[in-house]
């Protein structure tokens, strides 16, 4: 079944994380407002897609993460970036079964 990413599916997904916090940070330290789902500025957030769908990647759960729209925006489409001087890289965790974001040391 194909997900269907709203409103609703996002505020499931803050449910899930973050309980009923109405505030949190996210993998980047960035503060992220429930209240303020799919807006710009500070407290915006949104759900990424860690690999993007422009290279392949699926709107399925272990693809999904949220994060501040400052971070979602600094990302792009990229599976290799940086923020804040720290640089990371999209990778499957057979563990969680899921693709989630590892920090690199930059060579």
């Known amino acids: 079944m194909k997900l269907k990413i709203n409103r609703e599916f996002a505020m ?5 994380s973050y309980g009923t916090a109405t505030s949190a940070k ?14 710009a500025g500070e407290g915006g957030w949104n759900i990424h897609h860690i690999i993007p769908k422009a290279k392949g990647g699926k709107d399925s759960l272990n693809n999904l993460m949220l ?8 990302i792009g489409d990229k599976t290799t970036f ?3 001087g720290k640089y ?6 057979k563990k969680r079964q899921k693709y989630e974001y590892v920090e690199i040391e930059y060579v």
């Open 12 to 16: 499931n997904m803050w449910g899930d």
């Open 88 to 93: 990371y890289q999209a990778t499957w965790s």
């Open 67 to 74: 994060v501040s729209m400052k971070a979602h925006n600094q």
């Open 82 to 84: 940086a923020i804040d």
């Open 26 to 39: 996210d993998l980047f330290g960035y503060r992220m407002n429930k209240a303020n789902y799919g807006q």
